[in-house]
């Protein structure tokens, strides 16, 4: 039973296309996250989600568009896609926004996508 | 702006002897932080986490120990174990209130049997 689950867990595709990953939480958490993990596995937050309202939308393209059907599940949507998207995409969960709490970031294990 | 940094990419330890991860950020309004580990194909893996009230905070055979004066972060592993061997990420809230995490670059440990 896992915590926070993504699919796919690797993703091939060509440049021009578009594609969309899931994320699904069943922690019954608030918030969730869309994170990228570049080859050098520096990560930074793409965006993140809160009872299905956008609360972090940092300098992305807006060929990323996320999209938040119920507060269990965060797809990141790509169109468009272009040799420096590769990446690895983790998904995650918070019970609330940590706003002075403690409120852990729980990790999904991540879609390696590789354009090409 | 904010960052986050660790002093060494690789730390290198013997099986049974103690590790120290060190880093260092830049923000002196973050009041939360936080260490992962990153078993390779993974996701990051919550392993602590302390307040700006505290400065040491202890779980199982890891401590974190932060020193706010100086802005420095360190995560403690004792009687490192081969499974031990990961990647190590701080991470802290900076002067945001919305969940926003700033992660540093990682420390590779390579624990040898």
């Known amino acids: 039973d896992t915590a926070v689950s993504q699919t796919p867990k690797y993703l091939v595709t060509q440049m021009g296309n578009d594609k969309s990953i899931k994320c699904e939480q069943n922690l019954g958490h608030d918030t969730m996250y869309w994170y990228k993990q570049d080859s050098k596995k520096f990560l930074k937050i793409m965006f993140s989600?809160?009872?299905?309202?956008?609360?972090i939308n940092e300098t992305v393209p807006n060929r990323f568009s996320p999209k938040s059907p119920d507060k269990a599940h965060l797809n990141l949507h790509i169109n468009s896609l272009e040799l420096g998207d590769s990446a690895v995409y983790f998904c995650?969960?918070?019970?609330?926004?940590?706003?002075?709490?403690?409120?852990?970031?729980?990790f999904g294990p991540g879609t390696r996508l590789t354009v090409l | 702006g904010e960052s986050v940094g660790l002093h060494l990419p690789t730390l290198s330890v013997q099986e049974g002897d103690n590790s120290i991860i060190n880093c260092a950020y830049s923000?002196?309004?973050?009041?939360?932080f936080i260490w992962y580990k990153q078993e390779s194909g993974k996701g990051p893996q919550f392993i602590i986490d302390i307040r700006s009230n505290m400065d040491k905070r202890q779980g199982q055979r890891v401590t974190v120990l932060l020193n706010k004066t100086v802005k420095h972060l360190s995560l403690q592993i004792a009687a490192t174990q081969p499974g031990d061997s990961a990647v190590y990420f701080c991470a802290e809230t900076g002067s945001s209130n919305t969940g926003k995490l700033i992660f540093g670059q990682g420390t590779t440990l390579q624990v040898k049997p």
């Open positions: 923000n002196s309004a973050s009041d939360y």
């Open positions: 995650a969960s918070s019970q609330d926004i940590p706003s002075g709490s403690t409120d852990t970031q729980y």
């Open positions: 989600y809160n009872n299905k309202e956008l609360i």
